[in-house]
């Protein structure tokens, strides 16, 4: 059998939640049958944890679209990359890949898949819309959408599309809780077992809502014990800089300042044990087009507490593993947290119900068969 080697193309070096999907699918691919390797068009998390998976990893020359020079030299590079590792199949991870995978393996005649994890943005002005339409024009050979809500998007704006796929991302049950140590979180955090912990798990920016939730756990006065809040994530990329001072700051204005802890982005087996530690998992995000915090927490069998934001209400919606909440209501969040602490039998079951609906309908597994499925019919669809 003919070992398929696939590029995996990604546009940052953080580790965010197409990242997390990216490196599901390159974990779970058999080796047997599939040689993965990665390019990033920056440095950062995504290259040591790729390089800590064995999986060899370039970073390509620094330089931005709106630079044409240095944009063709990362171009240029991108091709050696496939000429010199025999490449078979670009995975172009993010909705603005495409334009670097299909310039760069065009000539070799090389195919691309393209993963999309969020909906066509038409607000955009000036040169990001150039792009835009500059990738109306070009072809994957397969596109993956990754919820529902994104395909919609896509076929609306994207009428010569091709072959697609919808591809909901998942999660590793058994991994979550597989080694996973409660007391050993809360002694890192300094919390006793009888404190509530309201986890929130997403990089520390004003649209992943901390600020409402954090006004939501000021107005829990009657709750006893107070609860925690354990903000994880890594800092704002792009924008926001200052939001994670900001953030801080409001702590020690309303009285938290002891109990919210700021604990930055964790290794897998850290986080695993913030799952186990964890009362509740809240994702107050003000727009998510999935949400994979939600299903890891569901996983974990925490009950979770999400607002109406398309992703995470598509995924909580009738599994009974927890509330909806309207986007930037702090009272309505407050309420919900107030519910889900006064009552812990109910929250107990809604944690049961919640891991059940993830394993029946986001089981990693499914999501890497599916994906290899693809490439399957990519390559062969190449080979005649």
Not at 99 to 104: E, I, N
Not at 321 to 335: H, N
Request: hydrophobic share 45%.
């Amino acid at each position: 059998m003919t070992k398929r080697r696939i590029l995996f193309l990604n546009t940052m070096g953080i580790v965010g939640g197409q990242e997390v999907v990216m490196l599901d699918i390159v974990r779970g691919l058999d080796r047997l049958r599939y040689e993965p390797f990665a390019a990033t068009l920056r440095p950062g998390l995504l290259v040591d944890t790729l390089r800590a998976e064995r999986v060899e990893t370039r970073v390509l020359p620094p330089h931005r679209i709106r630079q044409p020079l240095k944009f063709a030299a990362a171009i240029a590079a991108l091709t050696q990359i496939l000429v010199r590792e025999r490449i078979d199949l670009v995975h172009c991870n993010g909705d603005v890949l495409l334009l670097y995978g299909v310039l760069a393996a065009l000539p070799l005649r090389v195919p691309c898949v393209w993963h999309v994890y969020e909906p066509v943005d038409t607000s955009s002005s000036g040169f990001n819309r150039l792009v835009y339409h500059a990738q109306k024009r070009l072809r994957a050979a397969w596109t993956i959408f990754g919820t529902a809500a994104v395909e919609e998007s896509y076929l609306r704006y994207y009428p010569q599309l091709g072959p697609h796929t919808p591809v909901m991302p998942g999660v590793d049950v058994d991994a979550v809780r597989r080694g996973a140590d409660p007391l050993r979180a809360r002694q890192r955090l300094g919390v006793s077992a009888e404190v509530p912990l309201l986890l929130a798990i997403g990089r520390v920016q004003r649209s992943k809502g901390h600020r409402e939730l954090l006004e939501a756990v000021a107005l829990l006065d009657r709750a006893s014990p107070q609860p925690h809040v354990v903000v994880c994530g890594g800092p704002p990329v792009g924008t926001d800089a200052d939001y994670p001072a900001a953030l801080a700051e409001l702590a020690r204005a309303r009285g938290l300042a002891e109990r919210v802890h700021f604990v930055g982005q964790v290794s897998d087996a850290d986080k695993h044990d913030l799952l186990s530690a964890a009362t509740a998992l809240v994702h107050p995000a003000h727009y998510e087009a999935f949400g994979i915090a939600v299903i890891e927490g569901m996983a974990a069998g925490r009950p979770v507490i999400v607002t109406d934001a398309i992703g995470p209400k598509s995924i909580v919606s009738g599994s009974g593993g927890g509330e909806i909440v309207p986007r930037r209501d702090v009272p309505a969040l407050a309420s919900a947290l107030e519910r889900l602490l006064s009552d812990p039998a109910k929250a107990r079951r809604a944690g049961e119900l919640g891991q059940a609906h993830v394993q029946r309908h986001y089981d990693r597994r499914v999501m890497v068969k599916r994906v290899a499925e693809i490439y399957d019919a990519v390559l062969a669809s190449r080979g005649r």
